[in-house]
C-alpha cells in the first residue's frame, strides 16, 4: 500500500523555523522525484520546493528562495523541508507529491502550518 505521510506542521511564531517530514512506503522511493506543495485557504496549491530522485538537482519557488531548503534521505524513505524565517503568507496546509518519471504519482494528505503571532 503506497502512504506519503507529512508532519512536523504546527504554530510558530513570525520568523522562526519548522521542519517538514513526508515519509513514504509502499513503492521504490529513490525512483521518485519529491515535490512540497502548499494550499492557503482561499487560493490554488502551489509548488514550493522539489528534489530529483537522486538529490542531486533542487528548485524553489521564489517566495521561498533563500528561506526554505528541501532534502531527501533515500536510505529513510523520506523527504524533508526546513522552513526557517517564517512569515505569516506561509501559512498553508503543506503535501508532498512524488512522481516517477513513467507517470506514477501519489500525494500526501497533507500538515498544517501556520505562522502567527
Known amino acids: 500500500q503506497v502512504q506519503l505521510v507529512e508532519s512536523g506542521g504546527g504554530l510558530v511564531q513570525p520568523g522562526g523555523s519548522l521542519r517538514l517530514s513526508c515519509a513514504a512506503s509502499?513503492?521504490?522511493?529513490?525512483?521518485?522525484?519529491m515535490t512540497w506543495y502548499r494550499q492557503a485557504p482561499g487560493k490554488e496549491r502551489e509548488l514550493v520546493a522539489g528534489?530529483?530522485?537522486?538529490?542531486?538537482?533542487?528548485n524553489y519557488a521564489d517566495s521561498v528562495k533563500g528561506r526554505f531548503t528541501i532534502s531527501r534521505d533515500n536510505a529513510k524513505n523520506t523527504v524533508y523541508l526546513q522552513m526557517d524565517s517564517l512569515k505569516p503568507e506561509d501559512t498553508a496546509v503543506y503535501y508532498c507529491?512524488?512522481?516517477?518519471?513513467?507517470?506514477?504519482?501519489?500525494w500526501g494528505q497533507g500538515t498544517q502550518v501556520t505562522v502567527s503571532s
Open positions: 507529491k512524488a512522481d516517477s518519471n513513467w507517470g506514477q504519482r501519489y
Open positions: 509502499g513503492f521504490t522511493f529513490s525512483m521518485f522525484a
Open positions: 528534489i530529483t530522485s537522486r538529490g542531486g538537482n533542487t
